[in-house]
Each structure stands twice: as structure tokens, then as C-alpha cells.
């Protein structure tokens, strides 16, 4: 499903979410550049703990901060599906990308995860 440069939001981010809960056949989500923020992407990563046929999750471009990619961290430390993540060009900074690169010593599946352009210090 490709919905790439649509301004979605979080209340639209929030609907997949929803129908992505039960739906069993999408296996790639391209949500780039939709203006999709905290609310938004922690709706997403909650729908990850349910749903087990999506490899790949697309958030390139977006308003993703350190509560939403803390959100994916937590959900994708029992998701076994997804291989590839990007959330190159947001503002997850260095909370955002501590809690991602914990997920990733428990999680053996994602074999590419983009963070380029995410104010990332040092510390993360």
C-alpha cells in the first residue's frame, strides 16, 4: 500500500492503524511525507503487535519524534515480520534512536533501518 505525499496526518495514520489490526494480505506500507507525527506513528507501531504480514513499514519524511520511535522500539521487540523500517528524515533524536538500537539486540529480522537526518547526537 502506497500512500506516499498525501498529508494523512495522524488521525489518518490512526485509521490504517486501525484497519491494518485485522487485515492480513498487505505486506509493504509507504507513508512518506504525510505530516505523521507521535500520535500517528505510535498507532502504527501498536498495529505491529498485532499484525505479522506487513515486511515493510515506510515513514520517511514525516513529524516522528522520540515518543514514536520509542513506540516502535517497544512494539518491535516481539514483531518478527517487519525487515525493513525507515524513518530517515524525522526528529527522533537521541531517545528516539537509544530505544531503536535496544529493540535491535532482541530483534534478528529488520535487516535495513534508515535514521539518516534524524538529529542524532553522540549519546544516540
Same mark, same amino acid.
Given at each position: +500500500?502506497? +500512500?506516499?505525499?498525501?498529508? @494523512? $496526518?495522524?488521525?489518518?495514520? /490512526? %485509521? +490504517? ?5 485485522? #487485515?492480513? /494480505? &498487505? /505486506?509493504? +506500507? ?5 505530516? &505523521?507525527?507521535?500520535?500517528?506513528? /505510535?498507532?502504527?507501531? $501498536?498495529?505491529? %503487535?498485532? #499484525?505479522?504480514? &506487513?515486511?515493510?513499514?515506510? *515513514?520517511?519524511?514525516?513529524? @516522528?519524534?522520540?515518543? $514514536? ?8 521487540? !516481539?514483531?518478527?515480520? &517487519?525487515?525493513?523500517? %525507515? *524513518? ?11 530505544? *531503536? ?8 529480522? @529488520? !535487516?535495513? *533501518?534508515?535514521? $539518516?537526518? #534524524?538529529? @542524532?547526537?553522540?549519546?544516540?
Amino acid at each position: +500500500l502506497y +500512500l506516499d505525499v498525501n498529508n @494523512i $496526518g495522524d488521525a489518518g495514520a /490512526t %485509521s +490504517l492503524a486501525g484497519m491494518l489490526s485485522v #487485515n492480513s /494480505t &498487505i /505486506t509493504v +506500507l509507504t507513508l512518506g511525507n504525510n505530516n &505523521i507525527g507521535d500520535v500517528g506513528s /505510535t498507532a502504527l507501531a $501498536g498495529m505491529l %503487535s498485532v #499484525n505479522f504480514t &506487513i515486511t515493510q513499514l515506510h *515513514l520517511w519524511d514525516n513529524k @516522528i519524534g522520540h515518543v $514514536g520511535a520509542t513506540a516502535f522500539g517497544k512494539a518491535l521487540r !516481539t514483531n518478527s515480520a &517487519i525487515t525493513r523500517l %525507515s *524513518l530517515h528524515d524525522n526528529n527522533i533524536g537521541d531517545v528516539g534512536s537509544t530505544a *531503536l538500537a535496544g529493540m535491535l539486540s532482541v530483534n534478528f529480522t @529488520i !535487516t535495513v *533501518l534508515t535514521l $539518516g537526518n #534524524n538529529k @542524532i547526537g553522540h549519546v544516540g
